[in-house]
């Protein structure tokens, strides 16, 4: 039977197919369970089986290709980090109980090791994306990552995975384009504090605006589109600013890697904030990622766990991230 007759037939299915060759890596690391930041914590080790399990009911795990995250070394870190800033964080890691590094984000005893383990993630996503071994990779980890600036954990963020990723691709695999994509609810300091001013990365973002940490609106560095929206925005919105002001500036970029902070906190349902998205916005904004790296990139995109806090909606929304990457 010919391919656009089974396209008409079972689309996904015949999607799913073809892209085999090439699989979508799923990487993570049981440290990023033991993580733990205590019982009413937004940002817990749940959110990782609401993904899990989700990707399994929706028959959709047996098309990953599952990896175990490796730490990323002291001189990935450093790349990003300042020294001084990750001996402060290897210091204050607990033997046991909680410690407080700001308001919001506590390490536990396994926090320092998920961490290591989180922004190892994005590296060996890079590096299997670079050799060809896979064209797509989500890395399910925690703690996230794009609150974390140069010099300060913040925001439940220890280390910038995607900044230690990112910054991977160009040290390590001569990439010399490269683009951020954070549709997180909240705006990425700690990726525009590492990287404002970098004409080799490319940033764009959406943020609900006023909303923690505040920032995103003021002095914006060349390299930098964020595109503010206000509470109660939705899907029209989103699109329109991903339309009007990403894909534009996408285009002029020609990344060679997409990364993604993948924040699903932008969903109706997420307690910590008030946008509008709904799954399908999640399925509509990666295909549109997907044809932009089909263009200039090679297909190839990384995308990384930052929050989404409502279990099931981050699920879902995760899910139909995934399942687009996959089908690709
Ligand atoms: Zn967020």
């Given at each position: 039977?010919?391919v656009?007759?089974?396209?008409?037939i079972?689309p996904?299915?015949?999607?799913?197919?073809?892209a085999?060759?090439?699989?979508?890596?799923?990487?993570?690391?049981?440290?990023?369970?033991?993580?733990?930041?205590?019982?009413?914590?937004?940002?817990?080790?749940?959110?990782l089986?609401?993904?899990?399990?989700?990707?399994?009911?929706?028959?959709?795990?047996?098309?990953?290709?599952?990896?175990?995250?490796?730490?990323?070394?002291?001189a990935?870190?450093?790349?990003?980090?300042?020294?001084?800033?990750i001996?402060?964080?290897?210091?204050?890691?607990?033997?046991?109980?909680?410690?407080?590094?700001d308001?919001?984000?506590a390490?536990?005893?396994h926090?320092?090791?998920?961490?290591?383990?989180?922004?190892?993630?994005?590296v060996?996503?890079?590096?299997?994306?670079?050799?060809?071994?896979?064209?797509?990779?989500?890395?399910?980890?925690?703690?996230?990552g794009?609150h974390?600036?140069?010099?300060?954990?913040?925001?439940?963020?220890l280390f910038?995975?995607?900044?230690v990723?990112?910054?991977?691709?160009?040290a390590?695999h001569?990439?010399?384009?490269?683009?951020?994509?954070?549709?997180?609810?909240?705006?990425?300091?700690?990726?525009?504090?590492?990287?404002?001013?970098?004409?080799?990365?490319?940033?764009?973002?959406?943020f609900?605006?006023p909303?923690?940490p505040?920032?995103g609106?003021?002095n914006?560095?060349a390299?930098?589109?964020?595109?503010?929206?206000?509470?109660?925005s939705?899907?029209d919105?989103?699109r329109?600013?991903?339309?009007?002001?990403?894909?534009?500036?996408?285009e002029?970029?020609?990344?060679?890697?997409?990364?993604?902070?993948?924040?699903?906190?932008?969903h109706?349902?997420d307690?910590?904030?008030?946008?509008?998205?709904?799954?399908?916005?999640?399925?509509w904004?990666?295909?549109?990622?997907?044809a932009?790296?089909?263009?200039?990139?090679k297909?190839?995109i990384?995308s990384?766990l930052?929050g989404?806090?409502?279990?099931s909606?981050?699920?879902?929304?995760?899910?139909?991230?995934?399942?687009?990457?996959i089908?690709?």
């Amino acid at each position: 039977m010919p391919v656009v007759a089974q396209d008409r037939i079972r689309p996904a299915a015949a999607r799913i197919a073809r892209a085999i060759a090439v699989p979508t890596a799923f990487i993570s690391h049981p440290s990023s369970l033991l993580h733990d930041m205590g019982p009413y914590h937004p940002e817990c080790p749940d959110r990782l089986h609401a993904i899990g399990d989700r990707l399994i009911s929706a028959g959709l795990d047996g098309y990953l290709r599952h990896y175990l995250a490796p730490e990323a070394t002291a001189a990935q870190l450093a790349r990003v980090h300042g020294a001084a800033y990750i001996a402060t964080i290897e210091a204050e890691s607990p033997d046991s109980g909680l410690h407080y590094i700001d308001p919001d984000t506590a390490m536990n005893a396994h926090s320092l090791n998920a961490a290591r383990h989180a922004a190892g993630a994005v590296v060996l996503a890079t590096d299997l994306v670079t050799r060809g071994e896979c064209r797509t990779a989500f890395c399910a980890v925690r703690p996230p990552g794009h609150h974390a600036e140069r010099n300060r954990a913040m925001g439940f963020c220890l280390f910038n995975n995607i900044a230690v990723g990112v910054a991977h691709a160009i040290a390590a695999h001569g990439v010399s384009r490269v683009a951020i994509v954070d549709f997180d609810v909240h705006h990425g300091n700690g990726t525009e504090d590492i990287f404002a001013g970098d004409s080799r990365v490319l940033m764009v973002s959406t943020f609900q605006h006023p909303l923690y940490p505040y920032s995103g609106t003021e002095n914006q560095a060349a390299n930098m589109v964020n595109v503010p929206l206000a509470e109660g925005s939705g899907s029209d919105e989103f699109r329109d600013a991903v339309r009007m002001r990403w894909l534009p500036a996408l285009e002029r970029h020609r990344p060679e890697i997409i990364y993604v902070s993948a924040g699903f906190d932008a969903h109706r349902e997420d307690p910590l904030a008030g946008l509008k998205l709904v799954e399908s916005d999640y399925a509509w904004v990666t295909r549109e990622l997907l044809a932009v790296a089909a263009r200039h990139a090679k297909g190839r995109i990384v995308s990384a766990l930052e929050g989404g806090y409502a279990l099931s909606a981050l699920g879902r929304s995760a899910t139909e991230h995934i399942r687009e990457m996959i089908a690709a």
